[in-house]
């Protein structure tokens, strides 16, 4: 499915990136909810927000790493 690959990124994302590092992933225009939601499980992201594209369609996924 479409969050195959997005599930181990947010899981493994906090070990490589240093304390205050940003997650910066293209998303699908209508995974929003459900990759907020794996954020928010994972106590190492903090600040997880989706942000629109040009079109107005949720697109940008950011967060960033615990520290």
Known sequence: ???D???PLLEQAPRVLRPGGRL???IGH???DAV???AAAN???QGA???PDFEGFWRMFVATARG
Do not use: H
């Open 30 to 32: 209508r995974q929003r």
């Open 24 to 26: 910066v992933v293209e």
């Open 49 to 51: 927000e989706v942000r």
């Open 36 to 38: 907020l939601a794996l």
């Open 43 to 45: 106590p190492r992201l």
């Open 1 to 3: 499915g479409g969050l």
């Open 5 to 7: 690959t997005l599930r």
